[in-house]
């Protein structure tokens, strides 16, 4: 069973930076490749960006591309996710997922940390 803790979520202005963390427990992450996923109120939970094993396979949905970087650190498995130029349609709860390799299911999930951005 692999465990994810989220950290580093919090109130931001429009334009301010922040960097999430998400911790590995339980197995090593090394073997899984990672996502950030985010949920609004009221909207579906969307993937933000994903990052395999040995990143150098890199996603970024649209609206976070040039603004967000995903990262990893295989050593302390734990993946980041720096947030730039961060904007109020930013503001979601945002999670750390796991995936198998060759698998598109994401099958472990972290309890989420809230981000919000004001205007």
């Known amino acids: 069973q692999l465990q994810l803790v989220e950290s580093g979520g919090g109130l931001v202005q429009a334009g301010d930076s922040l960097r999430l963390s998400c911790a590995a427990s339980g197995r090593t992450s090394s073997t899984y490749n990672m996502g950030w996923f985010r949920q609004a109120p009221g909207k579906e939970r969307e993937l933000v960006a994903d990052?395999?094993?040995?990143?150098?396979?890199?996603y970024y949905a649209d609206p976070v591309k040039g603004r967000f970087s995903i990262s990893r650190d295989n050593a302390k498995n734990t993946v980041y996710l720096q947030m730039n130029s961060l904007k109020p349609e930013d503001t979601a709860v945002y999670y750390c997922?796991?995936?198998?390799?060759?698998?598109?299911?994401?099958?472990?999930w972290g309890q989420g940390t809230q981000v919000t951005v004001s205007s």
């Open positions: 990052i395999n094993r040995r990143s150098d396979s890199i």
């Open positions: 997922a796991a995936r198998t390799v060759g698998s598109t299911t994401y099958r472990y």
